[in-house]
């Protein structure tokens, strides 16, 4: 699927839109955070060359979709929203979200997930959107719920030493359209 048309998504609190060079401090800040570590279950240890180099080429790519999420409010990006890894089979993409500390609990999460289901579901000939979750990240599965992802797959994975479930999940066209008439 070629991707390499970057949209602009404005919402209610938030606009989805390409990366540029000034988001990178905003972004280093999200990367770094406690609470996205844990519940990504990522090291949190990463080389500022190889971040920096990453999103100043987010926008060359043709097969994925990765967009800067900045609020309205603050004019400050608060985290990206990713679609990547087709699957022409099944016409199929996974959907990740990263949302930093001065994003949470505001709404923003729901909001990009929104923008972002639509504009795939309506714009491309997308028929579902898939994604892990680990199930320590209970804001996050509420989310998914309420937009309509449904649980495929649960696989034990370490994080911090300690298993946890990561629950594998879908969210077809249909569903996502009859949901949002």
Known sequence: MDLSHKPTITGKKITLRPFTREDLPAIKKCLTDPEVIELTGSSGDFDENIVTTWYLTRNEQTERLDLAIES???NQVIGEVVVNEYD???????FRIMIGSEG????????????????MFVKT???QLTLSVLS?????????????FLPI??????VNGQYTDEILMVLSRKNWLEKNK
Do not use: V
């Open 153 to 158: 797959a649960t696989e034990k994975t370490k």
């Open 104 to 119: 949470r609990n505001k709404g923003f999460g729901k909001e990009a997930l929104a923008l972002l289901a639509d504009y």
């Open 136 to 148: 320590i990240n209970h804001r996050a599965l509420h989310i998914y719920e309420q937009a309509g």
């Open 72 to 74: 309205h409010a603050s």
């Open 88 to 94: 022409e089979q099944l016409h199929s993409m996974n």
């Open 125 to 127: 000939p997308l028929s």
